[in-house]
């Protein structure tokens, strides 16, 4: 009994050690269970038997009296009894529907390089796991058996199953949850949580094994940026490296490979290349191999029984020899080796193939012994009905034991060694994604479905494979679009590229000798193309969703590509729904699946579901017939649902320096709710440190739905709950303490890794001058990103010069140093002196650089009452924008419009200021422009900010910004830059005579001048607070 919802059980030999998993995730919890307990454990003496039940209500879930147990050396058998036909999982296989077909099946589970070609012979990966949904209530349990060994599953009819296995021991977990998504979360915190991926990784990939040359890649790379193909990734198979060797480069064909990942990240793109276990035995073309050698000297190879001469066998690049990565001389050499290489040939991730260990020759070069290991007693239903067939000798000697227990854990340790390499890989979030793969291996990679063809049966049947790798933890997954072995026609690849648009791991790869069949291939103005380009566009919109939804199965086990019963478990007609999906609990795909057809039957579940692109509600509850045009997939939002979404670009890179939105579907009660995850996309500390946040300070909380009614006393008492998982750094910026920490409210707790959110758009390396008297800074445009404003020159150079006026005052100026600019020619009256004493000053200036920003902070209180950092600025010739977070509310000024009230309403109001001859009217500009407003602070205080420019503008206001647009029409000049002054004091009543000191009764009028009137009206005014009072704004 480990925890309230997960039950152990393990048979094993009680005289004599035999081999167990060596997980490095599954671990026996510290302390036992403290709440009641969701299941209860009967045990049966004559004949030997368990029980596993249900406490509520009563259910018996896994009954093995059904059948006798049966434990010899090299033959282990169980049988139970299982309380409905509903079972999804087990694998890895080909499975053309989800939902198991209970009719004597037998599916045989050990890792192998094979095709997926619908048999049901094993494959990649070794998964000994299933679910299984009871009833409509939703109420689920999952069967976990931790052996590695080769097996076969047996489904029966009544139902039942039946394991045999060839070694190890029975360790058995039930994991009992209230939904199919509960047992995901049971089993992910068992075998451990699903990494994030970088966010880079979810944009659109491309690939082939045999581009022939460097040349080739980059002929393809540019034909599919004409195009605009949102397009993040490429990559290159076997076909970059000498003779296939790892850890080299052709260096005829693939001469400049050592620069291939800075053209491509010149784009905002990314690299990745392809690493294989097998290290050939050969010398390379010009001298020696050293990863061969170096590899020599620490006997990092799998060996022979007799654990000194290592196994020779035969892959791509002729004999080879294997690395064991259970032995940490072998991680050691791998993660140096990796290294080595990536200084010469700089990638950005990694791709692993061929560790199922896959091998050309049966055993090795010199044959299998004739033992019991290599010809044991019984041999479950594995292909070839040889356990060597295509692998190593299963007398091979690995540091974790024998081949023949450790076969199915070689990729899986694989994955383990990249992963020792990734946390030493600079300092952002790389990937690896794995062909091979055993339960535990998504807390580091992903995977994809292996060597799949072009036709329209592998199409289908990637569908349940990517819902059972969901299920196993492994959300990172995706099948190669298009299809690898054969060519692709158009109509198929089409089909192929709309639906593959939202795969998790979206990637289109094809093999040696096959056509291309990359989008731009097809023709740039193709049908093909353009619905390609159509939904990949949808696609990097909904990229901010996807995100959340990987960030959510980090947190808590949720799936990303989800199965229809996952979340209509009552609706017994989506129990075996198998060729539609959803993206988390909102977004419902519907694919094209079959050549020439237009017309799909799908079924449409009990909620409000609106048609994505028409935006009009379809039926419920019902089939439906979708007319999908050659252009079109069905795609469906359901109701309820606040789905976070953003422009979309070229690439993920471009698409994060747009504005993000919110696509709002209402449910039946006019509700709907969402979520979202955000962060630099790309640190390796976010996992654990969450969203950075420019003022952490919490001081509100905000309680909905309580229905007091008005006029009485109440005590409301509430307690936050919190996991450590949902932390984030709220003082993310540098020199943090204890008592910074606590004073914004928050818990000090040492970490070593910190976190900040970076900007692409703007380079990193300011020049940043600091002097008593104020800050100097200079920005550079990164030309990496095109402008978004093709009727305005972007300003490539910009200045920035905060000036401390006083200790009550700034004053900062962002303008372009290299050419002159107009400035307003109104003379202000500012002291003769900068205040240079940091003492005297009630305000501190920070320069924030990820992304630029000027954040101005009281100092007594610590509340920033200037921040430009996270809106961002704009600055091209006739088109400025700078934004600011607000304090508060509470804000005043800015004319001359007409306001039906005194303070502004912040629900994303605009105003106009541009001087005319215009009556006064609602948001309508009029005869003066006044760019200035005041703002309370949540404390007593206030302050002022004038934007001294003379140029047509807008101001909008939001809810937690104020934002400034300055567009130049025909015949003026555009300002100089930008130029704000703050002014602030000790109380509010200080504050107005400040502002009216300065701008109204001062004694002096402004000088006459034709912009005088724009300005300012000439005149004084006497404005006095009614006395001192103590109330709460």
Not at 807 to 834: C, Q, T
Request: net charge negative.
């Amino acid at each position: 009994m480990q925890t309230e919802n997960r039950l152990r059980f393990k048979i094993t030999d009680a005289n004599q050690a035999r081999f167990e998993v060596p997980h490095e995730h599954v671990q026996a919890p510290s302390s036992p269970p403290t709440g009641p307990l969701k299941y209860r454990l009967e045990l049966i003496q004559k004949p030997f038997g368990l029980k596993v039940w249900r406490t509520s209500p009563e259910k018996l879930l896994f009954d093995t009296t059904i059948g006798p147990l049966v434990f010899a050396d090299q033959y282990l058998q169980l049988s139970a009894k299982l309380p409905s036909h509903n079972i999804y999982g087990l694998g890895e296989h080909v499975h053309q529907t989800f939902r198991h077909d209970t009719n004597w099946r037998t599916w045989p589970i050990f890792t192998r390089d094979s095709f997926p070609n619908g048999g049901t012979h094993n494959l990649y990966g070794h998964y000994p796991y299933f679910t299984c949904l009871e009833n409509e209530s939703g109420q689920s349990f999952g069967v976990f058996l931790m052996n590695s060994n080769a097996m076969e599953v047996t489904i029966q009819p009544a139902p039942a199953i039946t394991y045999r296995t060839i070694g190890g021991v029975l360790d058995f977990y039930i994991l009992v949850g209230d939904t199919p998504e509960a047992v995901v979360d049971e089993f992910t915190q068992l075998i451990g949580r699903p990494f994030i991926p970088p966010y880079w990784s979810l944009g659109f990939q491309l690939s082939r094994w045999d581009y022939g040359s460097l040349d080739e890649v980059k002929k393809v790379v540019e034909r599919n940026r004409q195009i605009g193909i949102p397009y993040d990734v490429q990559y290159t198979d076997i076909d970059y490296m000498e003779d296939k060797k790892i850890f080299t480069y052709d260096m005829e064909k693939f001469k400049e490979l050592p620069q291939f990942a800075d053209y491509m990240h010149g784009n905002g793109q990314k690299y990745i290349v392809i690493l294989d276990p097998a290290v050939s035995t050969g010398k390379r073309l010009n001298g020696p191999y050293e990863a061969l050698d170096r590899g020599h000297a620490a006997k990092v190879w799998v060996t022979e029984p007799d654990g000194n001469t290592p196994l020779i066998g035969e892959v791509w690049p002729g004999e080879t020899v294997f690395p064991d990565y259970t032995n940490q001389a072998c991680v050691d050499w791998w993660v140096d080796e990796i290294s080595r290489f990536h200084k010469e040939v700089k990638h950005d991730a990694l791709w692993i193939d061929m560790n199922e260990v896959a091998n050309f020759v049966q055993g090795s070069s010199k044959g299998c012994a004739e033992n019991k290991l290599n010809y044991p007693p019984f041999t479950p239903r594995i292909l070839d009905n040889l356990i060597y067939s295509k692998t190593l000798c299963m007398d091979a000697k690995h540091k974790w034991g024998n081949h023949y227990d450790v076969h199915s854990l070689y990729g899986y340790s694989m994955v383990l060694a990249t992963e020792k390499y990734v946390e030493v890989f600079k300092t952002n979030r790389s990937m690896v994604f794995t062909r091979s793969s055993f339960p535990g291996v998504g807390k580091y990679a992903g995977h994809w479905l292996g060597d799949n063809a072009a036709n329209w049966n592998d199409i289908k049947w990637a569908i349940p494979g990517m819902l059972e790798f969901n299920l196993f933890g492994v959300p990172y997954i995706g099948a190669d679009i298009c299809g690898f072995f054969d060519d692709s026609p158009e109509e198929l690849c089409r089909r192929w590229m709309q639906v593959g648009a939202f795969y998790p791991f979206s990637r289109n790869h094809n093999a040696q000798g096959y056509k291309d069949q990359d989008p731009a291939a097809y023709g740039a103005d193709s049908l093909l193309v353009k619905t390609s380009k159509h939904y990949l566009n949808i696609r990097y919109t909904l990229l901010p969703y996807l995100y959340t939804l990987f960030y959510k199965a980090h947190v808590n086990g949720e799936t990303v590509l989800r199965p229809m019963m996952h979340e209509f478990y009552s609706d017994s007609k989506t129990w075996g729904v198998h060729n539609q999906f959803l993206w988390g609990a909102h977004l419902l795909i519907t694919p094209v699946l079959d050549p020439g057809v237009e017309n799909v039957e799908a079924y449409i579940p009990d909620a409000i579901w609106y048609d994505f692109e028409k935006e009009r509600i379809t039926d419920r509850k019902e089939k439906v017939n979708l007319n999908l045009p050659a252009d079109k997939l069905g795609l469906h939002l359901r109701g309820g649902a606040i789905l976070p979404a953003q422009r979309p670009d070229v690439t993920t890179t471009y698409s994060r320096c747009h504005p993000m939105r919110l696509i709002i579907a209402l449910d039946d009660s006019n509700a709907a709710s969402g979520e979202l995850f955000w962060d630099d996309g790309e640190n390796k500390n976010v996992p654990y440190t969450g969203l950075n946040s420019k003022n952490a300070r919490m001081s509100d909380v905000l309680l909905l739905n309580l229905e007091l009614e008005l006029g009485k006393n109440y005590t409301v008492n509430w307690q936050d709950k919190y996991r450590n998982s949902r932390h984030f750094d709220c003082h993310p910026e540098a020199g943090s303490d204890q008592a910074k920490c606590e004073a914004r409210g928050c818990i000090w707790e040492v970490r070593e890794r910190r976190y900040s959110i970076s900007d692409p758009c703007i380079r990193k390396d300011y020049n940043v001058v600091e002097t008593a008297s104020g800050i100097t800074v200079d920005l550079e445009r990164n030309t990496a990103f095109p402008s978004q404003r093709s009727q305005s020159r972007d300003i490539s150079k910009l200045r920035v010069e905060i000036t401390y006026l006083s200790g009550k005052s700034l004053r900062w100026k962002i303008f372009d140093p290299s050419n002159a600019r107009y400035e307003v020619p109104v003379p202000l009256d500012l002291p003769a002196m900068p205040e240079t004493e940091e003492n005297n000053r009630l305000y501190r200036v920070q320069i924030n650089n990820k992304p630029f920003g000027i954040q101005v902070i009281r100092k007594d209180t610590q509340e920033i009452i200037w921040d430009s950092a996270v809106p961002g600025l704009t600055f091209s010739d006739q088109l400025l924008e700078i934004s600011t977070l607000l304090p508060s509310n509470y804000v005043y000024g800015f004319g001359e419009t007409e306001h039906p009230i005194y303070k502004h309403d912040l629900n994303y109001h605009k105003y106009g200021l541009f001087t005319k001859d215009q009556p006064p009217g609602y948001k309508l500009n009029s005869y003066g422009v006044h760019p200035f407003y005041m703002g309370l602070e949540k404390s007593k205080y206030a302050h002022g900010v004038l934007l001294l420019n003379s140029n047509a503008m807008g101001e909008q206001t939001t809810h937690s910004l104020t934002q400034l647009v300055l567009n130049a029409l025909d015949g003026l000049l555009v300002s100089t830059g930008l130029v704000g002054s703050l002014f602030m004091n000790k109380n509010k009543e200080d504050t107005f005579k400040m502002i009216i000191i300065i701008w109204f009764c001062s004694g002096q009028e402004l000088p006459a001048h034709p912009c005088s009137l724009a300005w300012m009206r000439a005149g004084r005014a006497a404005i006095t607070p009614q006395g001192k009072q103590n109330r709460t704004t």
